[in-house]
């Protein structure tokens, strides 16, 4: 008869250590590391805020970063200011820091939502009022302002 050895299961990842594995891959906001690490309730999440609040003291997490890298992101991928600070506040960021990182975008929110209609729709003007209204709900649906669509749309049925 042989004998089995038990193998020990691999230790629980603490707290600490999910919440680094997470930021290791991309920024998170407080929030999302919080929503993150409270779903996996296999741990005792008492101590969640002390290491949350440890790791934004270390700079290992920061919202103001989180909603740079967000918004320039978004910005890339052809979305607007509106958009995008509903976004970021979905994901808990402070509005103060919201309204930083668009600023610091130094966006031409114009040129980015004419770019964004060209690529989608290419820069035949549209065919009618309907056509019209169909690409106009495309750029608010992307964030952009009403003033910001009509100045878009204005522009690509003028050629």
Known sequence: MSERKHQKSPPQKTLRHRAMDALARREHSRQELRDKLSRRADDDISHLETVLDELGAQGLQSDARFAEAYARSRVRRGY???RIRFDLQARGVDKGLIESALDE????????????LCKRFGTVPPDGFKDKARRGRFLQQRGFSGDTVSAALD????G
């Open 155 to 158: 522009r690509l049925e003028q």
């Open 80 to 82: 607007g200011p509106v």
């Open 105 to 116: 975008l130094d966006a031409d929110w114009f040129e980015l939502a004419f770019y964004a």
